[in-house]
C-alpha cells in the first residue's frame, strides 16, 4: 500500500510540474499575424536596430520603415534623392551644405530640425565611437554643425567625393533618445520613417506600425512609388532557407528573403507566389597573396596569370546558382572608374599549363606551391566553390589544400593584423565583397592599395598588394572628382587587372520569394521599405 | 556522510569543474575581447571592453572574481550590442545581466521539454509494455521498427518533413515561432521522436525479462487480470531502468533542445546558445552553458533519489 501512495504522489508532482511550466510557458504569448501586416521572413536577427544600422539592410532588415537617412538612393534609377534633405550642395572637396526638411518630428514628438540632425551625425560619425558604419564606409571623420534651423554643414576630415553618397548610409534618429537614454538607441530605434518601432522580440521578430503623422504623406517630394499601406510590418527570423520558404508557402508570411535557386525554379511551376531576383553589388571573388607576407613564388606574373587562367568562371557561376558571370572587376557598368575594356578573365587551360611550363623552365619551383584555397563557411554554397576551384588549378599542375573556415577562423586571415603573422603564405581566399557606392575609390583603397598596419585603418584592411607608385596614384585619384576621377580610377582598375591580383568569381543575385499579389521595388541594394512594396494595382 | 549529502556535493563539484571548463575554454579560443568586438573594432573600443570586463586581469584573478561573482547569482553583463561599442557609454549601461536574459528564456525551454515529455514517457512506455506483452506479435515487430526509427531519426530533417506535411501542405499549424499551444506541436514531436523510441526500447527489454519471472508465472495461476499484472506489478518492478532513461531523456532534451529551437524558431536556451555563439557573447556562452548543466546535473540527482521511491528496499550508497 505504502508503495503505491509513493509511486502516486511521484507521478502527482512530476504531472503538476510539467503542467506549471506549461501555464507558465503560454503566459508568454505573442499576437498572430493580423490582415494588413506585412510579414517578412528574414534570413539573420539584427545585431541591433541603431540609426547608423541603416547602411546594412541585409543585417538590420527593414530599419529604414524607422529610420530615415537625409539622402537616399532611389532603388530604380541609382540616383541619389532627397529624404529628410530637401536639397544640398557642395561647398568645397570636403564640405557638403544640406538643407533639412521643415515641419518632420521623430516618432518621440522631439523635433527634427539643423540640430538634431548635426547630433545625430555626429554621433555616428565620431571616431571615439566605434561604430560599424565607419569600417563599412571609409575612413575620414564625418562632423556636422548648424548653420541655421534648417541648414547643417556636413564635412569629412579628407577631401570626399563620395561625401553625399556616406550621408545615404546612416540613418538620423532622435537626439532626444541619445541624451535620454542612449542604451536604447541600440533596442528601440525612434526615427522620422512611415512606421513607428513597435516590439523587438529576441530571437523572434521586430515589428513596426503605421505611422499616421509621417510627413511623406502630406509631401509632394516624398520619396517611394507608394505611400505606405501595411498597417504593421513585422520581420520574422529564419535562419534556415528551408523554414522561411516554408512560411511563404503555407501563408504565414508574404515575402521569404534569399531562397535556393532551386527553391526559385520550385515557384515557377507553383500558384500563389513567386520568385523574384536582381543583382546585388555583392561579389564573389578570389584573392591571390601576392607581395605582403606571402610566398616568393606567387610574384611570379606568369604563375599568377596561369591560376587565373585555369579558373572556369562561367563553370563556377552555374554552381554557385542566382549569379551572373561579372566583367573582370568588382563594380557594375556605371560605377565611376568601370573600365569597359577589362572583360572576365579568359578561361584557357592550356594557356596556364604552358605559363606553368614556361616558368618551371626558368627555375622556379613549380613543384613546391601548394595553393590553400580557402573560404568562410558563412558563404553560400562555399565548400563546392573550393573545391571546384582546386579541382580547376590541380587540372593544370598547381597543388592545392581545400580549407572552410568559421568566420572566427577565417576573418583574422584576410586582415592584415592577421596575415603579418603568417610568412610565405600562399592562399587564394575565396570571398565575397559589396561595392554599393556606385565608385571605385573606397574599392581599390581598401583591396588593392598596400596597407600599413601603424594606421588606424590598415589593420583591418585586406589588401594583399604593395606597390608605392600604384599607391601614389590612388591617392591622386582619390582626391579628384568628376571625368579626371573617372579616367584616373579606370586605369586603376586595368592595372590590377593585369596584375591578376583578384578574379572576380560572380556576381550574385539576390532572390524573394514574394506572394502573388505584391509589389516588391528593390534596388540592388535589396532594402525592404514599404514605400516600394505594396498591393498589385 | 549521508548518501544523499555526498551526492549534492558532487553535483556541486561537477558544476564547478563544468562551469570552470567553458571559462578558461573561451580565453583559450583567443582574444575575448576581439572575439566579442569583431576584427572591425578599434583598438580603443578593444581597450575599453577589456577594462570593463577585467580582462587585463591575470587568468587566475578573472577566474576567481568569475566564481566570486557566481557564488552572489552575478554571472556577467551581456554585450549583445558589442559591435556598436561607445567608449562614451558605460559598457554595463548597454549590457543586460546574463542571468535575466538565460531565465527569460527558461520557460520556452521547459514548455519545449516538459510537451515533449508528456508525449515520449506516455506513449514509449506504452508501446514498451504493449511490445512486451506481445512478443514476437505484429505489434511487438511494429513497435520495434516505430522506435528503431525514433531513436535513428535525424532531427533536423524529420522537423522539416513535419513543417512541410502539417504546415505546407495540411495547412493545420504553424512552421514555427513561439506563440500558443499549436506552435509547440510540432518542435514537440521532433524532439519527442528520440526519447519515444529509447523509452520503448527500454520498458520492452526490462519488461521481458520482468515477465518472464516466476512472481509474474504465480500471480497469473491465482487468477489475477492480466493489465494488473503488467502494470501493477512488472511495470513497478521494471521502473528503475526506465526512470534511468527517463532521466537521461529528460537532460538530453534540455540539451538537445538546441536543434530543433533553431529549426522552429524557438526562443528558448538552446536558441539562445547559438546566438550568443554566433555573436562570441562570452559572458552568455558562459551563462547559458552554466544554467543547462545546473539543470542537467539536478535532472540527474533527481533520479537518483526517485529510485528510494521505486525500491525502498535499496539503500543507495550503502556498503562503499
Request: hydrophobic content about 45%; glycine content about 8%; aromatic content about 8%.
Amino acid at each position: 500500500m505504502t508503495g503505491y501512495m509513493t509511486r502516486n504522489q511521484t507521478i502527482f508532482r512530476y504531472a503538476a510540474s510539467v503542467a506549471m511550466a506549461l501555464v507558465l510557458s503560454t503566459q508568454v504569448m505573442f499576437a498572430a499575424p493580423m490582415k494588413g501586416e506585412l510579414v517578412v521572413a528574414v534570413a539573420q536577427e539584427p545585431q541591433d536596430l541603431a540609426a547608423q544600422g541603416a547602411y546594412k539592410e541585409v543585417n538590420a532588415p527593414g530599419l529604414r520603415n524607422v529610420v530615415e537617412t537625409l539622402i537616399a538612393q532611389d532603388p530604380v534609377s541609382g540616383n541619389l534623392q532627397g529624404v529628410l534633405a530637401t536639397s544640398w550642395k557642395r561647398v568645397d572637396s570636403r564640405t557638403v551644405r544640406v538643407t533639412i526638411r521643415e515641419g518632420v518630428v521623430f516618432h518621440d514628438g522631439s523635433r527634427m530640425d539643423a540640430a538634431a540632425v548635426a547630433n545625430s551625425i555626429n554621433w555616428v560619425w565620431s571616431l571615439k565611437n566605434a561604430f560599424t558604419i565607419q569600417e563599412f564606409a571609409g575612413s575620414g571623420e564625418i562632423t556636422a554643425r548648424v548653420i541655421d534651423s534648417s541648414v547643417v554643414e556636413v564635412s569629412s576630415s579628407e577631401p570626399d567625393p563620395l561625401l553625399e553618397f556616406r550621408l545615404s548610409l546612416n540613418g538620423i534618429s532622435s537626439s532626444k533618445q541619445i541624451a535620454d537614454n542612449p542604451a536604447e538607441h541600440f533596442s528601440k530605434p525612434v526615427g522620422t520613417g512611415p512606421y513607428t518601432f513597435g516590439e523587438w522580440q529576441i530571437g523572434q521578430y521586430w515589428t513596426a506600425n503605421y505611422n499616421a503623422d509621417w510627413w511623406g504623406l502630406s509631401s509632394d517630394d516624398a520619396y517611394g512609388t507608394i505611400k505606405p499601406d501595411w498597417t504593421s510590418l513585422k520581420f520574422v527570423f529564419r535562419s534556415e532557407d528551408s523554414a522561411r520558404v516554408a512560411m511563404v508557402q503555407s501563408g504565414e508570411a508574404q515575402i521569404a528573403m534569399f531562397p535556393s535557386s532551386d527553391e526559385c525554379d520550385r515557384a515557377k511551376k507553383t500558384d500563389g507566389y513567386s520568385c523574384i531576383t536582381g543583382p546585388s553589388t555583392t561579389y564573389l571573388y578570389g584573392r591571390l597573396d601576392h607581395s605582403l607576407h606571402a610566398d616568393e613564388r606567387l610574384k611570379d606574373p606568369r604563375i599568377r596569370e596561369a591560376i587565373f587562367k585555369a579558373i572556369d568562371i562561367a563553370g563556377l557561376v552555374d554552381l554557385v546558382g542566382l549569379a551572373s558571370v561579372p566583367p573582370g572587376q568588382l563594380g557594375p557598368k556605371g560605377t565611376v572608374g568601370y573600365n569597359p575594356d577589362v572583360t572576365a578573365y579568359d578561361y584557357d587551360p592550356e594557356g596556364a599549363i604552358a605559363l606553368i611550363a614556361k616558368a618551371k623552365a626558368d627555375g622556379v619551383d613549380v613543384d613546391g606551391i601548394k595553393i590553400e584555397v580557402v573560404g568562410r563557411s558563412s558563404t553560400p554554397r562555399i565548400r563546392p566553390t573550393v573545391e571546384a576551384i582546386g579541382a580547376m588549378l590541380n587540372s593544370v599542375g598547381i597543388k592545392t589544400e581545400i580549407k572552410v573556415q568559421t568566420p572566427q577562423e577565417f576573418n583574422p586571415r584576410v586582415r592584415i593584423a592577421g596575415y603579418a603573422n603568417e610568412p610565405g603564405r600562399q592562399m587564394m581566399q575565396v570571398h565575397v565583397k559589396g561595392n554599393p557606392s556606385n565608385d571605385y575609390g573606397l574599392l581599390l583603397q581598401s583591396n588593392y592599395a598596400c596597407p600599413s598596419i601603424d594606421d588606424p585603418t590598415g589593420s583591418s584592411r585586406s589588401s594583399v598588394y604593395c606597390n608605392e607608385a600604384f599607391d601614389a596614384e590612388l591617392a591622386n585619384a582619390l582626391k579628384s572628382t568628376g571625368e579626371d576621377r573617372s579616367a584616373k580610377l579606370r586605369k586603376l582598375v586595368q592595372t590590377v587587372h593585369d596584375r591578376h591580383l583578384i578574379v572576380p568569381l560572380a556576381l550574385l543575385d539576390r532572390g524573394y520569394l514574394v506572394e502573388d499579389g505584391i509589389d516588391f521595388t528593390f534596388g540592388s541594394d535589396h532594402r525592404f521599405q514599404a514605400v516600394y512594396l505594396g498591393a498589385a494595382q | 556522510m549521508p548518501y544523499t549529502l555526498r551526492r549534492i556535493l558532487n553535483s556541486i563539484l561537477l558544476l564547478l569543474v563544468t562551469i570552470s571548463f567553458v571559462f578558461f575554454a573561451g580565453r583559450m579560443i583567443g582574444d575575448p575581447a576581439l572575439n566579442m568586438l569583431g576584427p572591425g573594432a578599434t583598438p580603443a573600443a578593444l581597450e575599453k571592453l577589456r577594462v570593463v570586463a577585467g580582462l587585463n586581469d591575470p587568468l587566475w584573478q578573472q577566474y576567481l572574481h568569475y566564481i566570486g561573482r557566481l557564488l552572489t547569482g552575478d554571472l556577467g553583463v551581456s554585450y549583445r550590442f558589442g559591435f556598436s561599442v561607445i567608449p562614451a557609454i558605460d559598457l554595463k549601461e548597454l549590457g543586460q545581466p546574463v542571468i535575466n536574459i538565460v531565465l527569460e528564456r527558461l520557460p520556452a525551454t521547459f514548455f519545449l521539454a516538459g510537451s515533449a515529455l508528456v508525449v515520449a514517457v506516455p506513449l514509449g512506455i506504452f508501446m514498451g509494455v504493449t511490445a512486451a506483452a506481445h512478443p514476437r506479435s505484429i505489434a511487438d515487430r511494429i513497435v520495434t521498427a516505430l522506435s528503431l526509427a525514433g531513436v535513428s531519426v535525424v532531427q533536423f530533417w524529420l522537423g522539416l518533413m513535419l513543417i512541410v506535411l502539417f504546415s505546407v501542405q495540411l495547412g493545420w499549424l504553424p512552421t514555427g515561432g513561439y506563440g500558443g499551444f499549436q506552435h509547440v506541436i510540432l518542435p514537440a514531436l521532433t524532439l519527442a521522436a528520440r526519447p519515444i523510441g529509447r523509452i520503448a526500447q527500454v520498458t520492452r527489454s526490462t519488461m521481458m525479462d520482468e515477465l518472464a519471472k516466476p512472481y509474474i508465472i504465480t500471480a497469473q495461476a491465482k487468477g489475477v487480470q492480466n493489465h494488473r499484472i503488467v502494470y501493477h506489478h512488472a511495470l513497478k518492478n521494471a521502473a528503475i531502468p526506465i526512470v534511468t532513461m527517463i532521466g537521461d531523456e529528460t537532460s538530453a532534451l534540455l540539451t538537445g533542445a538546441i536543434l530543433v529551437e533553431k529549426i522552429f524558431a524557438w526562443p528558448g536556451v538552446g536558441l539562445l546558445i547559438i546566438d550568443s555563439l554566433s555573436r562570441s557573447d562570452l559572458p552568455l556562452i558562459q551563462a547559458s552553458i552554466a544554467v543547462v548543466a545546473a539543470l542537467v546535473i539536478i535532472v540527474n540527482l533527481l533520479v537518483d533519489f526517485s529510485y528510494r521511491y521505486f525500491k525502498p528496499e535499496i539503500i543507495l550508497g550503502r556498503g562503499r
